[in-house]
Structure formats: structure tokens, C-alpha cells
């Protein structure tokens, strides 16, 4: 009974940006808890490749989607192409995202406008675009991916931090406006995770010993340790956990 909570067997997921780094990881971990996944991404030869990996690595059922998660009118076309096959996802991850570093008073405006537009209006875009199907059938499951600077703020990434605050607080309107319908809608925040996006950063002795001592785990994390709460917050084992934010970061924002 409680290992059947946590299966996803017969669900399908809609992973956004999935094609490498951490969403790579979150697909994967849904297809080894049984879901069928779509793989997202932009690059259409990334997709196909992650898909393929996947496919080989787990023996799950694999598709590709490749819209612009930015633009409303590919959102929707993208979604509807989804649903001809495999109806409306049970499991939305928006794990879309970018990051720029740049001192606050030197930021460019362009940067500001891709990291909104990226980061949390794509969420809302997909996000909406998808809770349609999910309100007409009842039930479904939301995660947003957020950040350790959802909630803590750290010099040169100002409009980056701003998105994933603005992450915590559309997961909690999904949750007011789309809880009546049997949805739930979460955040999954991960800490300073090891991916080929941050290797300069883990290569970086000195950024990799703040790391450590800034957190009590001593260590960057490891992809695979996000899989967990996913699957938590994606199955049956979480239908009233609605609105809430899970830090995976090692205890960072616990403590000073």
C-alpha cells in the first residue's frame, strides 16, 4: 500500500527544459517511477538524444517536444500536440530556466527580460495551458521548479533570484486558484547542484569551498537526490501537500 502511493504507473509527465541538467535527472527519475515522459526542450537534436538516452537507460516510453515554453501560440500548439497522443499530462514539471550574472547597477534590461520570460513566464504559460486539460478531468500535479534563491539572495544574480521568488508565490496562486479542482500544485527548490551547467563553478576551488562551508551536508549535491521529493510531490503520496515549497539543499536554508 504505501510502495503504491509513490508509483507513477499509467501517468504521464510533461518535463520542460529536460534535455540536459537537472531536468534530464527529474525526467529519468519519473520514468523509473513508471510515468511516461515527454522530454522538452528547445534544441531539437538535444531532445531526441536525451530522449533516446532515457529511453535505453530505463526502457520507459519516451517523446520529444521541442516549443518555445516563452511564446503563448507555441505553448499552445506544443500542449496539443501532447494531448493528441497522450491526453492532458498528469504531471507538469516547469524546469525551464536560464541564469545571468551581472552586478545589479550593470545588468542589462534584455538579460532581465530572458530571465522573466524564461524563468516564471514560462510557467505560467505552460502552467496554465495545461491545468485546462487537468480541470476538465478532475486531478493532476504541478511542480515548479524554484531555487535555494527562491529564498536566499547572493550578490550578481539579483533578476535570477527575483524569477525563483516569483516561482514560490505563482505555485501558491495555482495552489488557491486550482486546489478546488483536485490539482496540486508544489515547488521543488534545489541547493548548489553538481551538472555540466555549473561545472566552472564546481571546477572553482574557491566557490566549491563556500559551498561546503555554507552548507551543512559539506558538499555540492548530486542530481540524482532531487528524484525523491519529485517523485513525492508527482504521486498519489502527496494529494494533500498543495502550495508548499521543498528545499533540497543540503539544510542551506536552515541554517545562517
Known amino acids: 500500500m504505501v510502495v503504491s502511493l509513490f508509483s507513477l504507473e499509467g501517468r504521464t509527465a510533461l518535463v520542460t527544459g529536460s534535455s540536459r541538467g537537472i531536468g534530464y535527472a527529474l525526467a529519468g527519475g519519473l520514468l523509473e517511477a513508471g510515468a511516461r515522459v515527454v522530454i522538452h526542450g528547445r534544441d531539437v537534436a538535444a531532445a ?20 518555445d515554453v ?7 500548439a506544443g ?29 542589462p534590461v534584455s538579460d532581465w527580460h530572458d530571465l522573466v520570460a524564461t524563468n516564471l513566464t514560462s510557467a505560467f504559460l505552460v502552467g496554465q495551458r495545461v491545468a485546462r486539460g487537468m480541470v476538465t478531468r478532475g486531478s493532476g500535479k504541478i511542480i515548479n521548479i524554484g531555487s535555494v534563491q527562491s529564498r536566499l539572495a547572493r ?3 539579483a533578476p535570477y533570484s527575483a524569477t525563483k521568488g516569483g516561482i514560490v508565490m505563482l505555485t501558491q496562486g495555482m495552489c488557491a486558484d486550482l486546489g478546488p479542482h483536485g490539482i496540486q500544485a508544489n515547488a521543488l ?12 563553478l564546481v571546477d572553482d576551488a574557491e566557490f566549491s569551498a563556500w559551498v561546503a562551508q555554507r552548507t551543512p551536508a559539506g558538499r555540492w549535491g548530486q542530481v540524482h537526490e532531487l528524484v525523491g521529493a519529485l517523485v513525492f510531490l508527482a504521486s498519489s503520496a502527496s494529494d494533500f501537500v498543495n502550495g508548499q515549497v521543498i528545499y533540497v539543499d543540503g539544510g542551506m536554508t536552515a541554517v545562517i
Do not use: C, H, K, M
Open 48 to 67: 531526441e538524444s536525451a530522449a533516446a538516452r532515457l529511453g535505453e537507460l530505463t526502457g520507459g516510453e519516451v517523446r520529444v517536444a521541442t516549443f
Open 70 to 76: 516563452t511564446d503563448p501560440e507555441a505553448v499552445d
Open 79 to 107: 500542449v496539443a500536440g501532447i494531448e493528441e497522443v497522450w491526453g492532458t499530462p498528469d504531471i507538469l514539471v516547469n524546469n525551464a530556466g536560464i541564469q545571468r550574472r551581472t552586478t545589479f547597477v550593470d545588468f
Open 155 to 157: 550578490a550578481n544574480i
Open 189 to 200: 527548490a534545489p541547493g548548489y547542484f553538481a551538472t555540466e551547467l555549473t561545472r566552472a
